[in-house]
């Protein structure tokens, strides 16, 4: 929260014009930034029609929490007004929602969408925003999660009259998702009066604020329904291992005021996420609060889509890794840390304020967030600089902290049809393991087919559509990536290989011309016509996988080249040592490799790196010895 006092104070506060000054001192010390100036005039123009209205309803004393974060996310509300209740006495909460539109009209799809002239695509109802925010509250802050029939939810119009705004009336309303028009604003003071009383609110504001934050249990029991009756896993051999280890961990840590840490390894496709779901599903049974958090906003975006389908307060539990930074130490029972091997040397950036810059490496965030913190990762899809899940990294963070430290490798997987030969192939392929690369022998579970153009690639592919199966194309980061595409146009075809065009995926989380937002490419059957990249296919699967190895993976003579001059991906800087580069470029055609569960086709834009997959795969005979050790270009 930036700013907190009674309506009175604020009032006053506004009327020198000393608030706006602190809100923005506050908001720089909180995000390490300025706000920008359209949202200074909201606070400008919006905070004195609250404060004005409150007063005006003889609930001076009623405390205002400006611009109040909601727990564990970075979303935060316009104001959360704290009280007692005029009739019971007891706490009593309002969460507000301001706007300064004069006029909105709801959209012909979607009632709970509206567009107004100022913005050219749809945006929330303003009723379903402050509902969802008072839901989130009530799942998130134990004070509300107790009572929560002691949160209401208002959107104020203040600058709307009913002739401009009379559509948005049509959106369902209810205690907690309210909207009133400053041309009506009798009524809004009367909603105020009926929640909140005339004594001072300070009080209740201490209770809400030092709620104790994490999922609630009702909202845990929800998502147990959920997850086990969505997806009935099965888990076998290792993966039972690895989720009895877990619920053992738990067991110990409530018994003994205990605290361990318990890393799953495993290859693509050996079911970790398949466990961290199952774990979520019996420790919401349990009555466990736990949350699952990633590195990947992709894969964080799916997670919510396939857990919290059909109840969206599920989609809560599933965070990122920077979340961490200022958790309650020990605040969770269980934090699950899948696709552990994209954590960060540190959650800040350029935009975390000093106030949240603990100073800790995020493995050490990420620990001290749970008693039981556990970590599931692949040291071989560590794909760009700075990324530091490795096994040895968490143990010797463990050591240092004097906690036991459990590790359960997973061996049988189930991506790439089950073939450990496939696998095997692939990194020997690659040099991620010794033995140098090897011809490919069918073993009747994976599909390896090698092509000579992306046309045929791309045709190849979309007959196996025509019979059901799904299938996406892939490559290397070689080709330059417009990440800002103007509403109403095309995504531009960047790829071009001879006279062969394709777009990348979408850059964001909004749909372009038909083609899914970035985090759906994968899994939306529109994705097929575009050509993903690493950081959109890491963590999913489809049954064939297309595979473009670019000019910065060359086959020359008996060895691998890395040309780190052919690639585009922006997170190489000059600082990026030659050896960092080879290992990231090899893990990132190694995840690309490793994407489908029936079959995989490859091409290289590089005609001997061709001819020689050519004859990995099979296609022709072998002619000379090959070795896996890589040159680096550049």
Not at 521 to 526: K, L, M, N, S
Not at 552 to 568: E, F, M, P, Y
């Amino acid at each position: 929260m930036l700013f907190r006092d009674s309506a009175a104070a604020v009032a006053a506060e506004c009327l020198s014009g000393a608030l706006f000054f602190r809100l923005t001192e506050q908001f720089v010390r909180v995000h390490g930034h300025r706000p920008s100036p359209s949202e200074v005039r909201s606070w400008e123009r919006s905070i004195p029609v609250l404060a004005g209205a409150l007063n005006d309803a003889g609930l001076g004393q009623v405390e205002m929490l400006l611009e109040y974060g909601l727990p564990l996310n970075s979303k935060r509300a316009d104001a959360v007004l704290a009280g007692v209740h005029p009739t019971t006495g007891l706490p009593s909460y309002v969460v507000v929602e301001l706007k300064q539109w004069s006029s909105a009209e709801p959209d012909d799809d979607d009632p709970s969408l509206c567009r107004i002239d100022a913005y050219g695509r749809a945006v929330l109802n303003p009723v379903d925003q402050v509902r969802g925010y008072c839901q989130y509250l009530v799942s998130f802050n134990g004070v509300l999660a107790e009572h929560p029939e002691r949160v209401s939810g208002a959107a104020y119009l203040h600058n709307a009259t009913e002739f401009g705004v009379s559509g948005l009336f049509g959106a369902e309303q209810d205690e907690q998702g309210q909207l009133f028009i400053g041309a009506r604003r009798g009524e809004f003071l009367d909603f105020l009066r009926g929640r909140l009383g005339t004594s001072p609110g300070a009080s209740a504001a201490d209770e809400l604020v030092d709620g104790k934050i994490g999922p609630s249990k009702q909202l845990m029991a929800v998502a147990a329904r959920e997850v086990r009756e969505r997806e009935q896993f099965v888990l076998l051999d290792e993966q039972r291992i690895a989720y009895r280890t877990v619920l053992n961990a738990v067991r110990r840590a409530n018994r003994s005021d205990h605290k361990e840490v318990v890393i799953v390894t495993g290859g693509p496709g050996t079911g970790k996420s398949v466990i961290a779901l199952s774990l979520l599903g019996e420790l919401y049974r349990q009555g466990a609060t736990a949350l699952h958090a990633t590195g990947s906003s992709s894969f964080t975006t799916t997670m919510r889509k396939v857990a919290g389908a059909r109840k969206r307060e599920v989609q809560d539990l599933f965070k990122y890794f920077n979340g961490f930074m200022t958790a309650e130490r020990n605040g969770l029972d269980v934090l699950i840390c899948d696709e552990a091997h994209r954590m960060r040397e540190t959650s800040a950036n350029r935009y975390t304020s000093a106030a949240n810059r603990t100073g800790k490496p995020q493995i050490e965030e990420l620990i001290d967030a749970a008693r039981v913190p556990v970590f599931l990762l692949d040291e071989h899809q560590v794909v760009r600089p700075g990324e530091m899940g490795t096994v040895a990294e968490i143990e010797a963070m463990a050591e240092k902290k004097g906690l036991r430290c459990r590790v359960v490798p997973l061996d049988s997987q189930f991506r790439c049809g089950g073939s450990d030969a496939y696998l095997r192939w692939v990194v020997r392929l690659l040099g991620l393991e010794p033995g140098g690369p090897e011809v490919w022998e069918p073993d009747g579970r994976m599909q390896l087919t090698t092509v000579d153009s992306p046309l045929e690639m791309e045709a190849f592919l979309d007959d196996r559509r025509s019979q059901e199966y799904s299938a996406r194309i892939s490559a290397g980061y070689c080709w330059k990536w417009t990440k800002k595409v103007p509403p109403g146009q095309a995504l531009p075809t960047d790829v071009a290989i001879g006279d062969w065009h394709r777009p990348w995926n979408v850059f964001g989380d909004r749909a372009v011309g038909g083609a899914p937002p970035a985090a759906l490419w994968a899994t939306d059957p529109a994705g097929f016509g575009q050509v993903g990249c690493v950081y959109t296919a890491q963590g999913f699967e489809y049954d064939w996988s297309g595979v473009i190895i670019g000019p910065d993976l060359l086959w020359r003579g008996d060895r691998w080249v890395v040309d780190r001059t052919a690639s585009k991906d922006p997170v190489f800087k000059k600082s990026t040592s030659d050896a960092d580069v080879d290992r990231l470029i090899r893990n990132t055609y190694k995840v690309l490799l490793t994407r489908g569960m029936v079959g995989t086709v490859v091409y290289s834009t590089d005609a001997e790196t061709q001819a020689k997959l050519r004859v990995l795969a099979g296609a022709v005979a072998q002619h000379q010895p090959a070795r896996a050790d890589a040159l680096v270009r550049g």
